[in-house]
């Protein structure tokens, strides 16, 4: 009887364990997409400020080879200077309307969890240089690939639990 008590306790909490995880990794990727937006920023913000935008989209290029997610750096008049966007996301060169690149521009940051046709998590950050915003950066992160990385992490949770439910009961039986 013992042991259809810890079985009740062990998958009652295992909802919130995987609920709690998936917060917690949501978190973690917001934090990571806000450092690297910042170091992109200061990397940029002298190109920004002179209008090298050969020098922005050379690094920009560089950077779609080296991370996992997806970037949009434009100036202060909002035109986009560079991006590693996918090319049915990717707005052209030039002044485009990119989710929480106006907003940064403003001198907030944004973290963002958007469910519509891009399906992202994104922090768009200002670039300051001389203690005015010259630009600003977006990065992102596909929620599908989140999506994926968590349904990993989520099944091997799940066996855990259920392993710890099938080994309490057998130990419960056993010490009964």
Known sequence: MKWLLVLLVVLAGGPYLIATTQQAYLATLTSSLTDQSTVIGRAMAQSLTNGDMTTIQRYVADLETTVA??????????????TTE?????????????????EALTGQRVEQVSADA???VYVAVPVMEGGRVVGAVRVSYGLNELREELNGLLNTLRFTVLLAVLLSAIVSVLLA
């Open 118 to 120: 891009a399906d992202l």
């Open 69 to 82: 997610t997806r970037v949009v750096v434009a100036d202060a008049a909002g035109r986009i200077a560079g």
């Open 86 to 102: 996918p090319k049915e996301f990717a707005p052209e060169v030039g002044r485009v309307i990119v989710p929480g690149i106006a």
